[in-house]
């Protein structure tokens, strides 16, 4: 699940709280929009810029700006001192205050690739009519990454639809075979058992 967390610019994020809880997302009186995982150990990026400035507030003391920053903010995840560590450490590494996806538990991607998807769509391309179970098991990725791709690429499994039920356009063309039948056995009695 995803939340949509709005944030103030820098200079006035301090004491922000959530004032209404939507469908799922947390409106702070959007300023900019990031999306993060919702997750216990997820932060917004206002709560990691105020994680920053209490740890220079503290005198660099990781534990007692986690301390602090569970004590002005009792409503938002309680950080401990190795998150803030690794905040720090990442900020200095890639001047970035949010995780990657490799630190959140995400990983790289396996079955999205650029050649899983290539070999899906060349599939797909050759033979239309391809389910998706088969397409997956072909690609060895699963089911629901198959559908994401064609998604992704604008194209939708699609099923046929039977002919075998009678539409209205179809009686003209019926009643006019059923007068040409009757017409060839009035003109000839062994028509019918010839057909």
């Known amino acids: 699940m ?4 709005s944030y103030l610019a820098i200079q006035g994020m301090a004491g922000l709280t959530p004032h209404r809880r939507l469908a799922n997302s947390w409106d702070y009186a ?4 990031i999306v993060l995982q919702n997750s216990a150990e997820m932060y917004s990026a206002a709560d990691y810029v ?4 209490i740890f220079g507030e503290c005198g660099r003391n990781a534990r007692e700006a986690a301390r602090i920053f569970s004590d002005r903010f009792p409503d938002r995840p309680s950080p401990d001192h190795k998150t803030i560590l690794r905040l720090l450490a990442r900020a200095q590494e890639t001047g970035k205050v949010l995780p990657n996806r490799n630190e959140i ?3 790289a991607r396996t079955a999205r690739t650029l050649a899983n998807e290539e070999a899906i769509l060349n599939i797909v391309e ?3 009519t391809r389910s998706i179970r088969e397409i997956a098991q072909e690609v060895d990725v699963s089911s629901r990454s198959v559908h994401r791709i064609l998604n992704e690429n604008i194209l939708h499994p699609f099923h046929y639809t039977r002919v075998q ?3 209205p356009e179809d009686h003209p063309a019926r009643r006019n075979v059923c007068v040409w039948l009757l017409n060839k056995a ?3 009695e062994n028509f019918i058992s010839r057909i």
């Open 165 to 167: 039920h009678l539409e």
């Open 2 to 5: 995803y939340l949509t967390v």
């Open 30 to 33: 959007e300023t900019s929009e």
């Open 126 to 128: 050759e033979d239309g």
């Open 105 to 107: 538990g995400g990983g």
């Open 50 to 53: 105020e994680m920053l400035i």
């Open 186 to 188: 009035a003109e000839d």
